[in-house]
């Protein structure tokens, strides 16, 4: 039962993704053809937020709740954060949705979407065999 | 029940998205990202000796659970919580998609492409096979997600965060204006 704080928390997110809107495809075209704020201004204010978050964290040396330290790993630079965030660039915009949003969608029963999530699934399994073939 | 079935604006659901981050740190000391259970389920489902997918994805298993629990919460608010009108789009964006032939503006996505009768159309199987082929490709090559790279990597002020943004948002740009037009006219 460890893990029942991580599906608590993960219904939580559902429900925002679904009353924020994220979810829909016609927003994420509103988005990136710059016809509305609404997208921009929930990034950017979970982005301040997350912010402000780690640095409290930093500052305070806050603890988890078993009392450990916390640990973020960094992000390295490889070329795929160009080359593969440019390819799920072209997909987001197709689908209308990052992976958070297609789990999200399949639960409030479009159930088409499962079928984005297969290929998302497929995709990654094809990087997995290809991955020492790629420049990174 | 007003206030939980209105679309909530952005600056309530923006900073609650944000809350994840800090949320998931202290519970669990894990970082906030969606795309790597895409990883797992490879790992956990199909049996092969490929190196990426060879590794415990039981170790990382409350990815998947989250996940599980994104579902649960989508059924929640879609069918507990769901607004009943239209969702409140831009009159630019209602005529610009009136250009690409949708019609039908009710629900999460446009069901006119959206459906399983229109993945035997090669329009329809482009935009949901090969763009879901793109999101599962491109974000576990990219290291990461909207949530991974744009909203947990930024928080922690990564530079390769910053790179990966944006070339989502380069990628997501060229395919809506140059190449959506003529996939929606397929």
Known sequence: MKNFKFLLLGIIFGIILIKAEVISWFRIQEMFCFQSFHMYGIICSAIIVGLISIQLIKKFNIKTISGDEIKIAPKEFTKGNVIGGFMFGLGWAMTGACPGPLYALIGSGVLVVAVILLSAVFGTYVYGILRDKLPH | MNILTQPWPWYISGPLIGLMVPTLLIIGNKAFGVSSTLRHICAACIPNKVKFFDYDWKNESWNLIFVFGVAIGGLIAGFFLANPNPI??????????????IKNYSGMVPSDVFNFTSLLTLRGFILMVVGGFFVGFGTRYAGGCT?????????????????????FFGGGLLMTWVILPYIMNL
Not at chain 2, 90 to 101: E, P, T, V, W, Y
Not at chain 2, 154 to 166: G, V
Request: hydrophobic residues 45%; proline residues 3%; neutral net charge.
């Open chain 2, 147 to 167: 949530s991974g790279h744009a909203i947990m990597g930024l928080s922690n002020l990564q530079l390769p965060s910053l790179i990966a943004t944006c070339c």
């Open chain 2, 88 to 101: 409140q789009l831009s009159d630019a964006a209602i005529a610009n998609m009136n250009k690409l032939g």
